[in-house]
């Protein structure tokens, strides 16, 4: 599934790495992440009730781990922004 601006910039949106690292975002905006491996609890369950008493869209897109281990956040959503990343796409 392709990845819009409209995916990332709508409603609240949580990235996930298939290594269980989170990273949520509102309207666009970064709010928070998780890093899974240092212990941090996973933030899928509290955006989505944030959407839910928002009124507002949610959506989470599966990502794989980049191979850059300097990697951050905003690279992946530079990645899909230009169509160089590849998200599944899950509500």
């Known amino acids: 599934m392709q990845v819009t601006p409209a995916d990332i910039f709508s409603g609240v949106t949580v990235l996930r790495l ?4 989170e990273a949520v975002y509102i309207h666009g905006l970064f709010l928070e992440c998780a890093d899974i ?10 955006a989505a009730r944030l959407a839910g008493l928002l009124k507002i869209p949610f959506r989470q897109i ?3 781990v980049p191979d850059d281990e300097e990697w951050c956040w905003n690279d992946i ?4 922004l230009t169509g160089t990343g590849s998200g599944r796409s899950g509500v």
């Open 18 to 21: 298939e290594n269980g690292d």
């Open 37 to 46: 491996a240092q212990g941090d609890k996973p933030l899928t369950d509290i």
């Open 62 to 64: 599966t990502l794989p």
């Open 77 to 80: 959503v530079d990645a899909l």
